[in-house]
């Protein structure tokens, strides 16, 4: 079974500062995508960031970037100069993409507070 | 619209009541997926369509839960007698291809 792990209940940051968010994820296909959502206390759903697993670069969006080990089947998330919105709960999820109906996999969630 | 719109954004329902959640996905998405997210934050895949026709529902207990999505009208969720289990926060979600998502704001249904 496709399963995602996120080790890390609970991070805290200092504002201004660096922290990555690690997820690992178990899947026997090749093809898929991954993702990182942020839900802030509002409980939107709000994309941050997708890696397609064809891709060796990681993903960047401005201060997110991920560190995609494919053999490893690790995606974590770095989150730079952190600011006080970015604290929220942050979800991994992954998608197969052989062709299958595009159900997200999600991880449990790690709730980040970013502290001033 | 750019937007998943979901109504109601909160429902109370008494136990043994019927619960019925709406989304109406972003103009010329194809798929539409549904997701339960209870108190522990997990999600959980309900159900997925292709257009009108069901695409995955591998996630719904089908004994309560019902859903439809019909041309020219808002998808649906319907609970059947509810239970305080089912208090969750449902999300749905549209996307043009299966693989890029675009989620409602969500629907929190309370059962007392």
């Known amino acids: 079974a496709q399963t995602v792990t996120q080790s890390q209940p609970e991070m805290s940051v200092q504002e201004a500062e660096t922290v990555t968010l690690s997820c690992t994820y178990d899947t026997s296909e090749s093809n898929y995508y991954l993702f990182w959502y942020k839900q802030p206390p509002s409980r939107q759903m709000i994309l941050v960031i997708r890696q397609e697993a064809y891709k060796q670069q990681n993903a960047t969006e401005n201060r997110f970037s991920v560190n995609f080990q494919k053999a490893a089947k690790s995606f974590s998330l770095k989150i730079s100069d952190s600011q006080l919105g970015d604290t929220a709960m942050y979800f991994c999820a992954f998608i197969d993409g052989s062709g299958n109906t595009g159900k997200l996999i999600f991880g449990q969630g790690t709730t980040l507070q970013v502290k001033p | 619209g750019e937007e998943v719109a979901q109504t109601p954004k909160h429902l109370v329902r008494g136990e043994g009541q019927k619960a019925k959640l709406y989304c109406a996905p972003i103009k010329g998405h194809s798929y539409v997926f549904w997701y339960q997210q209870v108190l522990k934050n997990e999600f959980k895949f309900l159900i997925s369509?292709?257009?009108?026709?069901?695409?995955?529902e591998t996630g719904m207990p089908k004994e309560r839960f019902s859903a439809k999505c019909l041309p020219n009208s808002p998808c649906s969720l319907e609970i059947q007698a509810t239970k305080l289990e089912d208090s969750a926060v449902y999300f749905c979600?549209?996307?043009?291809?299966?693989?890029?998502?675009?989620f409602g704001s969500g629907t929190r249904l309370t059962v007392v």
């Open positions: 979600a549209s996307s043009p291809s299966g693989y890029g998502y675009t």
């Open positions: 369509f292709q257009n009108e026709n069901v695409f995955d």
